[in-house]
C-alpha cells in the first residue's frame, strides 16, 4: 500500500485535490458502533414478522433458524473483523475488494451495496408509514391516491414516510456524532421494550400454563422449515455490515471492531429470538382472531399483555425503524461517497463538510433517492429489497475471500496483526466464503427455501445491464486514475 498524501490539499500524484474532499470526522465510539449495527439489523421486520415467522418456520423452526443463521453470519463476521483490523477505511466491502481484487471487482461491489442500502432505508420509511396506519387508520387511510401491485398508496402516508425520510438525512449532515448518540438512545429505547414484552410474555405462560404455537408447520418437513429461516439471515443480519463502512470513523482501535461486529450479530439474533417466543406464547392464545389482521404481532401481543403490550410494539417497531433508517443511510452515504474518490461516480458525491465532516452530497442523494420509494409502495419495494439480497451476499463473499488473501503466509511481513493466529483466521475466512457461497445459491437454486421469485429476479437483470452501461461509461476514467492516487484517497487518506 502506498504511503498517505504528502500534505492536505493534494493528491498523491502532486496535483491539487478538492478541498472539500476531507478526510470524515473521527467521532464514533464503541457504543455508537454497536448500536448502528444493532439497529440497522433490527428493524421493522423483528416485530412486524414474528408471526409470519411461525407460519412459515413454527416456533421451533424459527428459533433454531435464527440461531442457525446468527453462527453463520457470525463466522462471516469474523472475517470483517479481521479485515478492519488491517484497513481501517471508510467504505467497508468496496475498499476491501479495490484493495485485492481490484477496480472492476469493487465497482460490482459499491454498484450492489449502494442500491441495497438505500433500497432498506426506503423500506424502513415505508415502515414508519405503515406503524401510523395500524395506529390512526382514521388519519392514514384518506385521501386515497392510487393502487401499486395491490397496496393502496394513501397522500398522509407518503407524507409520513418522505418526513422520516428527510428527517434522517438532516440527522446525518448534521454530523456523525450527533447520528451516533441518536442511534445509541433509540438502540436503548428498543431493547428495553423488547425485554419487558418477553418478561411479561413469561409471566403470562407462569401464571396460565405453559402453551406455545407448534413446533413446525404441518405442511413441511422440519428440516424445511428450519433451512427457511436460516435463508432469511443474510437480510435478518445485514445491518453489521454497517460497520466497516464507518470504520474510517473510529475514535478508537479497529482492534475493537471484531468484538463490536460479533456483539451485534449476537444481540439481533437474542432480538429476534425474544420477539418470536413472546409471538408464539401470543398466538397460542390468540389463535385465529388474528389471521388477517394488519399487524398480527402487535394483535397477538396484546391479546395477553393488553394495550400495554400494544403500546410497547408500538415503541419498538418505530425504533427499529429509525435505527435502521439512520445506519443504513450512513453506510448508503460512505459506499457513494468511497465509489466517487475512486472515480467510479462523479466527484461531487466524494464531498465532505468542512464544518460538520459529512459527505453531504451523498447523504442528500440517498435522501433524494429514497423520497421516490412512498409513491410506489411497500410491494413494489419489497421486490427491489429481495433482489438486493444478492448484493449483499456477493459482498460477503468477496470480504471473506479478501481475508484469505490477507491472512496467507506470504502476507506475513506486511503486518502482524494476525501473529500465530493466522492459520485458524485463513480457515475461518475461507469457511466464511464457504458460506456465503451456500447463501447465495439458497437464492437462486430452483426449489430452495430461498429462491427468489420472478419479480425480483427482473430486478435484478435490470440492475446489472444497469451497472453494465454505467460502467462502460465510466471504465476509462476509472482505469486512468495511477494505482498510488487511488491508494491515496481511497486506502490511506481515510485512516
Not at 485485492?100 to 426506503?122: N, S
Not at 433508517?325 to 465509489?339: E, H, I, P
Request: proline content about 6%; some cysteine; aromatic content about 8%.
Amino acid at each position: 500500500m502506498s504511503s498517505t498524501p504528502d500534505r492536505p490539499g493534494t493528491s498523491p500524484s502532486g496535483t491539487e485535490a478538492d478541498p472539500s474532499a476531507q478526510p470524515l470526522a473521527s467521532t464514533l465510539k464503541p457504543s455508537w458502533v454497536f448500536a448502528i449495527a444493532l439497529g440497522s439489523a433490527v428493524g421493522w421486520g423483528a416485530f412486524i414478522l414474528p408471526v409470519d415467522w411461525l407460519g412459515a418456520g413454527g416456533t421451533a423452526g424459527a428459533l433454531i433458524g435464527f440461531a442457525i443463521g446468527a453462527v453463520l453470519i457470525g463466522i462471516i463476521g469474523v472475517s470483517y473483523g479481521m479485515v478492519i483490523r488491517v484497513l481501517p477505511v471508510t467504505g467497508g466491502e468496496l475498499a476491501y475488494v479495490l484493495a485485492e481484487f481490484g477496480r472492476r471487482h469493487a465497482f460490482v461491489v459499491g454498484w450492489f451495496l449502494a442500491l441495497a442500502y438505500a433500497c432498506i432505508v426506503a423500506l424502513n420509511a415505508t415502515a414508519v408509514s405503515l406503524a401510523a396506519r395500524m395506529l390512526f387508520p382514521g388519519i392514514m387511510e384518506r385521501w386515497h391516491l392510487y393502487t401499486v401491485a395491490g397496496w393502496d398508496i394513501y397522500l398522509p402516508s407518503v407524507i409520513v414516510a418522505c418526513t422520516a425520510i428527510v428527517l434522517t438525512g438532516i440527522v446525518n449532515s448534521l454530523g456523525t456524532a450527533l447520528s451516533g448518540r441518536f442511534q445509541f438512545v433509540a438502540c436503548v429505547i428498543l431493547l428495553a421494550a423488547v425485554a419487558i414484552v418477553l418478561g411479561a410474555s413469561l409471566v403470562h405462560v407462569v401464571q396460565n400454563g405453559f402453551a406455545i404455537a407448534p413446533a413446525f408447520p404441518r405442511e413441511v418437513s422440519p428440516l424445511s422449515a428450519i433451512a427457511v429461516m436460516v435463508a432469511f439471515a443474510p437480510w435478518a443480519f445485514v445491518g453489521f455490515g454497517n460497520v466497516p463502512q464507518a470504520a474510517g470513523e473510529f475514535d478508537f482501535s479497529p482492534k475493537k471492531a471484531l468484538r463490536l461486529i460479533l456483539a451485534a450479530i449476537a444481540t439481533s439474533a437474542a432480538v429476534y429470538m425474544a420477539m418470536v417466543l413472546a409471538s408464539s406464547i401470543a398466538v397460542a392464545e390468540a389463535g385465529s382472531a388474528v389471521d388477517g389482521s394488519v399487524w398480527a404481532t402487535a394483535d397477538a401481543i396484546a391479546a395477553i399483555l393488553g394495550p400495554v403490550g400494544r403500546i410497547l410494539m408500538v415503541i419498538a417497531v418505530l425504533m427499529g425503524v429509525v435505527t435502521g433508517l439512520n445506519g443504513f443511510t450512513v453506510s448508503a452515504s460512505r459506499v457513494l461517497m468511497t465509489m466517487s474518490r475512486a472515480q467510479m461516480l462523479p466527484p461531487a458525491f466524494g464531498r465532505v463538510s468542512a464544518r460538520r465532516g459529512t459527505p453531504i452530497v451523498a447523504i442528500a442523494f440517498v435522501t433524494a433517492l429514497c423520497l421516490v420509494a412512498p409513491f410506489f409502495g411497500r410491494s413494489a419495494l419489497t421486490w427491489i429489497v429481495d433482489m438486493t439480497s444478492v448484493g449483499v451476499t456477493i459482498a460477503y463473499g468477496y470480504t471473506c475471500l479478501a481475508a484469505v488473501k490477507l491472512t496467507h503466509p506470504s502476507r506475513a511481513g506486511e503486518s502482524d496483526v494476525f501473529g500465530r493466529r493466522r492459520p485458524l483466521y485463513r480457515a475461518i475466512a475461507m469457511l466464511g466464503a464457504i458460506i456465503a457461497a451456500g447463501f447465495l445459491a439458497l437464492l437462486f437454486v430452483p426449489g430452495s427455501p430461498g429462491q427468489l421469485s420472478t419479480p425480483p429476479l427482473i430486478a435484478l437483470a435490470v440492475w446489472v445491464v444497469l451497472g453494465a452501461i454505467f460502467l462502460a461509461l465510466r471504465h476509462r476514467r476509472l482505469m486512468a486514475v495511477p494505482e498510488e492516487e487511488l491508494e491515496g484517497v481511497v486506502l490511506d487518506a481515510q485512516t
